[in-house]
Structures are given as structure tokens and as C-alpha cells.
């Protein structure tokens, strides 16, 4: 049913690791659809951040394909709880992301040219290294919806691509 499922849960990565690691139990499937969107959500806003601040074409490409991958699954994540009828749940890990974006954009939000460009990229490359961690270790194996656990296995398959792409605008830069 999705074609980019969990393009919403990269926005982990911008954030690291630290508020995955403060769910202190496996996170419910209504919980993890929260996950998934806020994350969505918060890489739609760095994404915007980037299109407004950036004048290098790769940059500014790369943050137009993130808007939309955010967007497309963020609409296709909201039909799916509405099929099966479920609430997406806010967490404490919900709550930590949004937190930490903030902060991050907050960061990028001062900094302009090559600075903001290498700070952006940078953050995108590590971003996608955690949150295809996230996939693997907490969020697929937690997901008890057969629908929800394969549009986080194939999610992991486009975040691992969203990496590659987000490498390549970091070499290009340097």
C-alpha cells in the first residue's frame, strides 16, 4: 500500500539516537504511527529550511525530494490509520524528537551559504544512518500490524537510498 512508508521516520535521524533510547518499553503500533509522523513532519520543516536557505542546486534538490517522500507518506501514513481505525498514540519519544528538532533547526536556522549547506547535509547523512538503525532494532521488530511492519521493512529500503543520495550532496560539497 505505501510506496515510500518510512521516508516519514527519517526525521529520527536528524535527531540521533537519544530519543529512541528513552522509550523504556517497546513502542505500540499506535504509538509508532505517532513516531512515524512527527518524524515525517520534522523533516518537512528541515527540508523547507534548506529549499529557503540553500542557493546550491544539489542541496536544494535533495530538500525538494525529502518535502515530497514527507509529504506522499505522511498523506499514505494517515490513510492507513484510517483503515484500521487507529489512533496514533503521542509518546515520550514523539515528544523527544519534536524537542530535538527544534533545537536542531534552531542551529541551522543561524547559519547561512556553505556553512548551513555542509551543517544540513551532514545532518541529513547521519539522520538516515539512525533512524535505518531505529527501523531494524525497535521499530519493526515492536509493529504487531502486518500492514504497519511492511511499510517499515519497505521504508528501511528507501531510507537506506534517502543515505546514499544524502552521501552523495556531502561529497559533492567538499
Known sequence: MFTRPTVALAALLMLGAAPLAQAADKPTDPQIAHIAYTAGTIDIEAAKLAIEKSKTKEVVDFA???????????????DLVKKLNVTPEDNA??????????????KLAKLDGAA????????????????????????IPSASNAELKSLLETGLKIFQGHQQHAEHVAGSLK
Not at 93 to 106: D, I, N, P, W, Y
Open 116 to 139: 548551513f549547506d555542509k551543517a544540513y547535509v551532514e545532518n541529513e547523512v547521519a539522520y538516515h544512518k539512525q533512524v535505518n538503525g531505529a527501523l531494524e532494532t525497535l521499530l
Open 64 to 78: 525538494n525530494d525529502m518535502v515530497r517522500d514527507h509529504e506522499a507518506v505522511n498523506k499514505q501514513a494517515l
Open 93 to 106: 519519544t514523539s515528544q523527544a524528537l519534536a524537542k530535538a528538532a527544534a533545537e536542531e533547526r534552531g
